[in-house]
């Protein structure tokens, strides 16, 4: 197999670059994890399906990888910049529960959609409230060149570092959008790395700090949990599209004025060499927004009949950095082509796998297949690539089922191991059981056998009225559906 060298765009430089490791043989990453005051809906994990293949990417191409992805469990505000309240507080007021309980259950709930999609788990978990005592040593390095304290915090000058804004792009002069909400502020874009509580207040998530009792800025964790689990610089630091014009500026600000004492060097400095930003997933009808009652979450997609591998698919079959518009039909598509690929790679399923790769039939798919991967992450392509080696007839069985098991490294089905019976949810609403519908179908193909035609056509009514369709001749076999 020919190795085509990994390039990645790199949002810092809007540039595709040759991957080249800070640490030869490693990779490290980090990805900003969730904010769990509320569950995430299908968008957010598109991030973390992103930044899986990623990682599964560095995995195929023989890096050792370390990924990081953090749980931020306080100090991110309704506002992504510097307004509003803290997310965690406003959800915990809202039920009248502990903070604490709140991040519990949520984290559980993001865990298990990253299980359901087969995201493979990071090297670390890190727990933003763990590391506030960090926090607050990295505040106090930089305070006194890059901060100034105000009644609300401590606040960072974006003017002392050079280039602020670039990887957004954006000028820190005011009128260009951003809401000055603290009074006292230097710079418009200057944002709290420190928020003391009000006095006479008191917050559920608090800790003393040399500027009295407070919680650290939400910029001011990932910065620390980065530099604490993977050392400046590391090789690439990745987040959804929003995140490239305030949290990931302000998280370079923050790196640039710790990591160093001379010049103050964007590129050299901004604490990760590659900035990776996954475009999003949009929904027409606002069902995206988490405010909107009934959410898209991955829970609503298996409710209602989907395997959330089927969003795993449709993820893969849009490149990370277009936007991807969400719709049921599109979903059943990607269910559809998800099935196909399942029947034909059935009769692998019992084969065991060769030890090598190498068979001139399949030397062309490998190849096309690396190609498209290593072309930052062309996902579209290399699924093209694995259908035509699935397809591929008359070679090994052995060596096929180890072709198969290398691409599914890298797209993370687990195609071998599914079978067609976990492809088949049964929606929440439906009436009927599948052993029911099984029992059925037996009697109804009994009275076929026996051309008892008003018996069988009544049986397919009645499953019909229970929202069974029977798929006499579905050419991938599937004999009903439930919709
Ligand atoms: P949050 O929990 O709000 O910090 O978001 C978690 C991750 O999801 C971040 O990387 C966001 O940039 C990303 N994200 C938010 N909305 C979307 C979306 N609609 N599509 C793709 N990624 C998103
Ligand atoms: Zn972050």
Same mark, same amino acid.
């Given at each position: 197999?020919?190795?085509?060298?990994?390039?990645?765009?790199?949002?810092?430089?809007?540039?595709?670059?040759?991957?080249? !490791?800070?640490?030869?043989?490693?990779?490290?990453?980090?990805?900003? &994890?969730?904010?769990?005051?509320?569950?995430?809906?299908?968008?957010?994990?598109?991030?973390?399906?992103?930044?899986?293949?990623?990682?599964?990417?560095?995995?195929?191409?023989?890096?050792?990888?370390?990924?990081?992805?953090?749980?931020?469990?306080? &100090?991110?505000?309704?506002?992504?910049?510097?307004?509003?309240?803290?997310?965690?507080?406003?959800?915990?007021?809202?039920?009248?529960?502990?903070?604490?309980?709140?991040?519990?259950?949520?984290?559980?709930?993001?865990?298990?959609?990253?299980?359901?999609?087969?995201?493979?788990?990071?090297?670390?978990?890190?727990?933003?409230?763990?590391?506030?005592?960090?926090?607050?040593?990295?505040?106090?390095?930089?305070?006194?060149?890059?901060?100034?304290?105000?009644?609300?915090?401590?606040?960072?000058?974006?003017?002392?570092?050079?280039?602020?804004?670039?990887?957004?792009?954006?000028?820190?002069?005011?009128?260009?959008?951003?809401?000055?909400?603290?009074?006292?502020?230097?710079?418009?874009?200057?944002?709290?790395?420190?928020?003391?509580?009000? !006095?006479?207040?008191?917050?559920?998530?608090?800790?003393?700090?040399?500027?009295?009792?407070?919680?650290?800025?939400?910029?001011?964790?990932?910065?620390?949990? &980065?530099?604490?689990?993977?050392?400046?610089?590391?090789?690439?630091?990745?987040?959804?599209?929003?995140?490239?014009?305030?949290?990931?500026?302000?998280?370079?600000?923050?790196?640039?004025?710790?990591?160093?004492?001379?010049?103050?060097?964007?590129?050299?400095?901004?604490?990760?060499?590659?900035?990776?930003?996954?475009?999003?997933?949009?929904?027409?009808?606002?069902?995206?927004?988490?405010?909107?009652?009934?959410?898209?979450?991955?829970?609503?997609?298996?409710?209602?009949?989907?395997?959330?591998?089927?969003?795993?698919?449709?993820?893969?079959?849009?490149?990370?950095?277009?936007?991807?518009?969400?719709?049921?039909?599109?979903?059943?598509?990607?269910?559809?082509?998800?099935?196909?690929?399942?029947?034909?790679?059935?009769?692998?399923?019992?084969?065991?796998?060769?030890?090598?790769?190498?068979?001139?039939?399949?030397?062309?798919?490998?190849?096309?297949?690396?190609?498209?991967?290593?072309?930052?992450?062309?996902? !579209?392509?290399?699924?093209?690539?694995?259908?035509?080696?699935?397809?591929?007839?008359?070679?090994?069985?052995?060596?096929?089922?180890?072709?198969?098991?290398?691409?599914?490294?890298?797209? &993370?089905?687990?195609?071998?191991?599914?079978?067609?019976?976990?492809?088949?949810?049964?929606?929440?609403?439906?009436?009927?059981?599948?052993?029911?519908?099984?029992?059925?179908?037996?009697?109804?193909?009994?009275?076929?056998?026996?051309?008892?035609?008003?018996?069988?056509?009544?049986?397919?009514?009645?499953?019909?009225?229970?929202?069974?369709?029977?798929?006499?001749?579905?050419?991938?076999?599937?004999?009903?559906?439930?919709?």
């Amino acid at each position: 197999m020919t190795e085509h060298s990994l390039t990645l765009f790199n949002s810092l430089t809007r540039k595709a670059e040759t991957f080249a !490791p800070v640490h030869p043989g490693e990779a490290r990453v980090y990805s900003c &994890g969730p904010t769990v005051y509320n569950y995430p809906h299908i968008g957010n994990m598109r991030a973390y399906v992103f930044a899986d293949v990623l990682g599964r990417t560095l995995s195929w191409k023989g890096y050792a990888l370390t990924h990081v992805i953090n749980i931020t469990d306080v &100090g991110h505000l309704t506002d992504d910049g510097d307004a509003g309240e803290d997310k965690m507080e406003r959800m915990a007021a809202e039920k009248a529960q502990s903070i604490w309980d709140i991040a519990r259950h949520y984290t559980q709930a993001y865990w298990a959609d990253v299980k359901a999609l087969n995201i493979r788990q990071p090297a670390h978990w890190s727990i933003a409230t763990d590391y506030v005592p960090q926090m607050i040593e990295w505040a106090e390095k930089i305070a006194p060149k890059h901060c100034y304290e105000l009644d609300s915090g401590l606040y960072f000058d974006v003017s002392t570092v050079a280039d602020y804004g670039r990887l957004a792009r954006a000028h820190t002069d005011e009128g260009e959008g951003r809401i000055e909400a603290v009074e006292g502020k230097r710079n418009a874009a200057d944002f709290a790395i420190w928020r003391k509580t009000p !006095p006479g207040e008191k917050r559920q998530m608090e800790w003393d700090s040399p500027w009295g009792k407070g919680a650290p800025g939400w910029h001011l964790e990932c910065s620390v949990m &980065g530099g604490a689990l993977l050392g400046f610089p590391f090789d690439i630091h990745t987040g959804g599209i929003d995140h490239r014009e305030i949290h990931h500026p302000n998280e370079i600000a923050q790196n640039q004025a710790y990591c160093c004492t001379n010049g103050l060097d964007v590129a050299e400095n901004s604490g990760a060499r590659i900035w990776m930003h996954n475009n999003f997933l949009v929904e027409r009808s606002g069902k995206m927004s988490k405010s909107s009652g009934e959410f898209l979450r991955l829970q609503l997609l298996i409710d209602k009949g989907y395997h959330p591998l089927a969003y795993r698919m449709m993820c893969l079959q849009a490149h990370y950095r277009s936007e991807l518009e969400f719709s049921w039909e599109g979903l059943g598509a990607a269910l559809t082509r998800l099935k196909r690929m399942l029947m034909a790679a059935a009769p692998l399923r019992d084969v065991e796998a060769a030890s090598q790769v190498d068979h001139p039939k399949l030397a062309g798919v490998l190849d096309a297949f690396d190609a498209a991967i290593s072309d930052d992450l062309n996902t !579209p392509v290399a699924l093209t690539a694995f259908e035509e080696a699935l397809a591929v007839k008359k070679v090994d069985a052995a060596i096929k089922r180890a072709v198969i098991e290398r691409m599914d490294q890298v797209l &993370g089905f687990g195609l071998l191991d599914l079978s067609r019976s976990d492809l088949r949810i049964r929606p929440k609403a439906a009436q009927i059981t599948e052993a029911e519908i099984d029992q059925a179908l037996a009697r109804r193909k009994a009275a076929r056998a026996e051309k008892d035609f008003a018996t069988s056509d009544a049986i397919r009514d009645e499953l019909a009225a229970m929202g069974v369709e029977v798929m006499d001749g579905d050419p991938l076999g599937w004999d009903w559906k439930l919709g």
